[in-house]
């Protein structure tokens, strides 16, 4: 059974300019997570999706935004890119709301130059 | 809100040690607890999924331990082997966020 999967695995922008990263989830799963992990930082949640509905927003801009499709892939975008948005952005999915385990995938390197 | 605090937030030791890391957490409020391992640049691995009615959870050489109440869990490795050096993350699902809330870590160094 495929893991969670992100792509790209690395991407390099330009100051200003908008990034789309996606996720795909364990088959069965309904919800995503995404985090923010900033070198030298923890891990920061950023969004939660489930069944389609955004259900909870971490403390980011709103240029931080994303999507959950109807096969409950993710997107997330990153309008006006800064160079403080370099990160390493890790997707998660879990069966329903949080009280089962959670599987992350590997990441996608964000890299604003 | 919920904090996680991580002790020691680094460790090496020589193989074959058996080792305990600590998480704590101020909010006792929790669906579950989970831990983590992350390799340098990698995604997160998971170890073990402690549900907040378990006491214990156990996973080959691991073991993880949970007291709610007291916003504590404990993860002890047994005889361990150089492939176990990564980072290790605890995070308790809180039962208002239904998100995972990491700690810092700790960093983990097993020497051969």
């Known amino acids: 059974e495929a893991g ?9 922008k330009t100051r200003g300019q908008q990034a ?3 996720c795909s989830p364990i088959s069965g799963h309904t919800s995503v997570y995404w985090y923010q992990q900033a070198l030298g930082l923890g891990l920061q949640f950023l969004l939660w999706y489930d069944e389609g509905e955004e259900r909870n927003r971490g403390n ?5 935004s994303g999507r959950q499709f109807p096969n409950y892939s993710s997107e997330l975008n990153v309008n006006a890119l800064e160079l403080e948005d370099s990160a390493l952005y890790l997707c998660a999915s879990s069966v329903g709301q949080g009280y089962t385990e959670a599987f992350f995938g590997q990441g996608t390197r964000l890299t604003v130059v | 809100k919920q904090e996680v605090t991580q002790i020691p937030a680094a460790l090496s030791v020589p193989e074959g040690e058996n080792l305990v890391l600590n998480c704590s957490f101020t909010d006792s409020a929790i669906y579950n607890l989970q831990w983590f391992r992350q390799d340098p640049g990698k995604g997160l691995t998971s170890l073990l999924l402690i549900q907040s009615s378990q006491r214990e959870q156990t996973s080959g050489r691991l073991n993880a331990s949970l007291d709610k109440s007291s916003g504590r869990s404990t993860l002890y490795i047994a005889a361990s082997q150089p492939g176990d050096s990564a980072t290790y993350l ?3 699902v809180g039962q208002s966020s239904y998100k995972l809330i990491f700690g810092s870590g700790t960093r983990l160094l097993v020497r051969p």
């Not at chain 1, 969670?4 to 390099?12: D, F």
């Not at chain 1, 980011?60 to 931080?64: A, I, S, Y």
């Open chain 1, 4 to 12: 969670v999967t992100q792509s790209p695995t690395h991407l390099i």
């Open chain 1, 20 to 22: 789309t990263l996606r």
């Open chain 1, 60 to 64: 980011f801009p709103p240029r931080f």
């Open chain 2, 90 to 92: 605890c995070a308790p």
